[in-house]
């Protein structure tokens, strides 16, 4: 099984500013790595896939890159609905998410 | 635009089945890869399985002798059975759809809890 290892756990940022996360595979998963959202309550819902392309809707603010076992979603000029959790998923074998990063508000 | 909407009991027993359907409208279930993905209260998110090719399955290794997906094309639902449930089942399900094989989840449904517990 491929394990997903997100960090930080918390990331702690003021509205207005720049956020990154990261994402690490315990082997290779080439470019298979999608970048999902979820608020409480909510769905995840998508937005990266294949590393760096963004889903239908998703503002230019998301951005995504990386290749191979690391990856990083960055988000600029975090608006308030930006905060919220966001997990990495692996779909080169199986399918495997991260633990999540939890985005708040400084 | 397409929607995903789960259904079933809330709660159930430990050792019996977990049965939980998945109903769609604006896609085919005939069509594309459509998962069941589940979240334990607070934690993250496990990929169960999903169906493909209308009728055909494939399940996470570690939890294939429980789960199975199966299909009602006519009503364009497809369903999860889980089997021998014990209280590290109590989730949040999902369903969801994915366009290929390199399954990630494009559309979601909201989810639904199911409690194991006696």
């Known amino acids: 099984e491929i394990v997903m290892t997100q960090s930080p756990a918390t990331l702690s940022v003021s509205p207005g500013g720049r956020a990154t996360l990261s994402c690490r595979a315990s082997q290779s998963v080439n470019g298979n790595l999608a970048w999902y959202q979820q608020k409480p309550g909510q769905a995840p819902r998508l937005l990266i896939y294949?590393?760096?392309t963004r889903a239908t809707g998703i503002p230019a603010r998301f951005s995504g890159s990386g290749s191979g076992t690391e990856f990083t979603l960055t988000i600029s000029s975090l608006q308030s609905e930006d905060f919220a959790i966001y997990y990495c998923?692996?779909?080169?074998?199986?399918?495997?998410f991260g633990q999540g990063t939890k985005l708040e508000i400084k | 635009q397409v929607q995903l909407q789960e259904s079933g009991p809330g709660l159930v027993k430990p050792s019996e089945t977990l049965s939980l359907t998945c109903s769609v409208s604006g896609a085919s279930v005939s069509s594309d890869f459509w998962s069941w993905i589940r979240q334990p209260p607070g934690k993250g998110l496990e990929w169960l399985g999903y169906?493909?090719?209308?009728?055909?399955?494939k399940y996470d290794p570690s939890l294939k002798s429980r789960v199975t997906i199966s299909v009602d094309t006519s009503k364009n639902q497809f369903s999860l059975k889980l089997s021998s449930v014990t209280v590290a089942d109590t989730a949040v399900y999902y369903c969801?759809?994915?366009?290929?094989?390199?399954?990630?989840?494009?559309?979601w449904g909201q989810g639904t809890l199911v409690t194991v517990s006696s």
């Open positions: 294949g590393a760096s």
């Open positions: 998923q692996q779909y080169y074998i199986w399918y495997t």
């Open positions: 169906l493909y090719n209308g009728g055909s399955a």
């Open positions: 969801a759809r994915g366009s290929t094989s390199l399954w990630f989840g494009e559309w």
